[in-house]
């Protein structure tokens, strides 16, 4: 609870309006993608678009689970690495959150309280993403998620290149 709170009220700090250019001009794009609802394949199928695209990427994926394999652990988080009053534990997401990313993707429907303080202290110039009301604030395009989440996510390109 009181996490909850000091979270939400340092994510509101951190909103700002922001400019942003179209798909096409656009050379950096972050994927914040929770890993308990999107796979790899999901991942792997972004990233190859926007590559092709001539995009860099950058990843970082949330999950609940504290088992997180030691070779995933500079591109995953878990609640344990943000204290209660939002102090970031981890220099990979301090990272992260630091790029002024073009779009910044973001994938996740399960309005953990963690993730969406990343999204909204994320410095990206335009974040997009899955519809939810909790994120209706923090992002700048969002779709109305579908019954496969992969397709949601692959649907968000098609929408996200028409920017």
């Known amino acids: ?31 914040l993608y929770n890993m308990d609802e999107f796979d790899e394949e999901v991942l792997s199928k972004l990233i190859i678009i926007f590559q092709g695209d001539g995009k860099t990427i950058a990843k970082l994926g949330y999950t609940d689970r504290l088992d997180v394999p030691e070779k995933s652990k500079n591109f995953i988080f878990t609640k344990k690495d943000i204290s209660n009053i939002g102090v970031i534990k981890n220099d990979h997401i301090s990272f992260f959150i630091r790029q002024t990313f073009d779009f910044l993707i973001s994938l996740d429907s399960s309005q953990n309280i963690n993730y969406k303080y990343i999204l909204a202290i994320s410095k990206a110039s335009c974040k997009v993403g899955l519809e939810t009301e909790s994120y209706k604030d923090l992002l700048l395009m969002s779709i109305k998620q579908g019954k496969q989440k992969s397709e949601s996510a692959l649907s968000l390109v098609k929408y996200l290149k028409m920017i």
């Open 1 to 31: 609870m009181i996490k909850s709170i000091c979270l939400n009220q340092r994510a509101k700090l951190g909103k700002k309006v922001t400019k942003h250019c179209t798909y096409k001009e656009a050379r950096t794009i972050g994927i």
